[in-house]
């Protein structure tokens, strides 16, 4: 199955300031999912940002905050899946895409939760690899595999930006390629 831009939206799951420096690689990771959406905004792409237990993990990192803009309105959630939450199914709905790409922490918990319900209910889930992680490698890596096994594809940033961008003749294609040097 391929990505494609009229079908796809992404969500940045919880990349909140108190959890974040006790992620694996947690600085390799904000780069990514800062590039993930700065790319999503080139291929205008929707994008909705959810923020775990606000008054414990805080807010979304400010860099992160930063490259979201206008985009950062974040749900916060205490569920753990973000389809727990009706806000976030009701963006879905009305936003009537069907490919959910997932970034964000932890791999073992929230984005795991949230891919195994997307499929639940019929999306389909494509997990962006190196823009997602967990305390312990060990974890992502398990969350990964389960994930794979659940039918969610596996990906990664640089593939996905330019699988949405599909060829080189669109307007998209050199700030993409700009993007990921």
Do not use: W
């Not at 205490?78 to 963006?91: A, N």
């Not at 823009?131 to 940033?157: F, H, W």
Request: aromatic letters at 6%; proline letters at 4%; glycine letters at 4%.
């Amino acid at each position: 199955m391929k990505i494609r831009r009229d079908n796809a939206l992404a969500v940045v799951v919880d990349a909140q300031e108190r959890l974040f420096p006790h992620i694996h690689e947690h600085t390799e990771l904000a780069g990514n999912i800062e590039k993930f959406i700065i790319g999503m905004q080139i291929l205008n792409l929707p994008i909705i940002v959810t923020e775990q237990y606000v008054k414990g993990l805080g807010q979304t990192l400010p860099v992160l905050q930063k490259a979201l803009s206008d985009y950062y309105s974040p749900m916060e959630k205490m569920t753990f899946s973000c389809c727990g939450e009706q806000e976030f199914i009701d963006s879905l709905e009305n936003l009537g895409r069907r490919q959910i790409l997932l970034v964000g922490i932890e791999a073992h918990i929230c984005v795991l939760q949230t891919a195994l319900d997307l499929r639940e209910k019929n999306y389909r889930p494509i997990i962006i690899e190196d823009c997602v992680s967990s305390r312990k490698p060990n974890d992502k890596r398990l969350a990964i595999e389960r994930m794979r096994r659940s039918g969610c594809i596996i990906t990664t940033l640089e593939s996905v930006l330019f699988e949405l961008c599909g060829t080189a003749a669109t307007p998209a294609f050199k700030p993409i390629s700009q993007l990921i040097k």
